[in-house]
Structures are given as structure tokens and as C-alpha cells.
């Protein structure tokens, strides 16, 4: 799960290159676990801590907690970076090899502080990622995780929009 943790952030930061965090960050300094040795300002490195298992009634998942580590030059441009990750990240649907995304939320920010002798400020926003296992091939669309389960139909269903009485082809 971590690899497929750690590439769906990637991924989903790249895919978002519009975003005031993907500019600010030039579109390549965001580094998972550890930055390079002497990285441009500003850049975020991001770690995945750990992977917990869970269940709740007949719903199976798996949490994993991701954290965003923000360097710059000054408590203020830390600021505008927490502010540019909240905005790309709270509530991100990413994409996860194997997983489906539940929700990703937002559980602590640290203001930024003072990185002495280093003379760089860091700020800190930590998430809960919730992830299902994908389904398998032969599970049927109305089992998907995604939809949220639910004791009875909706009202809306009925039963000739079931797709066991699709209608049979018409012969050629």
C-alpha cells in the first residue's frame, strides 16, 4: 500500500499543475521522505507513517497517515505554502493501485518555526488517508466501494432499471 500511497500523491500532485502549490514548488520539489541535500526554496517533502488496518461492521479498510513538511525562506512564505496544500489536498480523491480513495482529511497544521542553524522555517499539515481494496473483476458494478452502502434502495430505483432485465438484443 505505501508505494501505491506515495505515486497516487505524486500523481495527483502533477496532475494538478494549475494549482497555486504545483507553481510555487516549480512542479518538481516535492520530495518524498528526504529532500536533496541542498534543495531551492521553496519545496515540500511528504511521508507516508503508517498503514492501519480496520473494520467496522462489514466495511474492511485501511488508513495510512501522510504528513507535509513545508521549507522556506520566511514564516510567510511557509504560510502561503500550508494554505496552497490545504487547497490541492483536503478532500483529495487520488488515485491508488489497488485501493479505492474514501477520503483524505485534514487532522493537524503546525505553524510554521524557526529551523536553526539551518535558518529555514517549516510548517507541518498532516492527513488521514482512508483506502478499500479495489474490488475484483468479477464483482458487479453495485458492489463498487465507492458507493456508500445502504440498507434499503433508493426510491428512485425500480425494478425494470435492475440490469438483469436489460433488454435482450434484437436479432440481426
Known sequence: MGGSVRTGIWNYFRANSSAHLYGDLGGTRLYY?????????????????NEVYDFTFD??????LIQFDYYGASADICDDGIADIKAMFDYAMLTLDGYVCLRMEREVVFSPSKIEPEDIWSGVVRYNLLMKSSPSASESPSESPSESPSLSPSASESPSESPSESPSPSPS
Open 59 to 64: 466495511l474492511e479498510f485501511e488508513e495510512a
Open 33 to 49: 521522505s528526504e529532500a536533496p541535500e541542498t534543495p531551492t526554496k521553496p519545496y515540500c517533502v511528504y511521508h507516508v507513517f
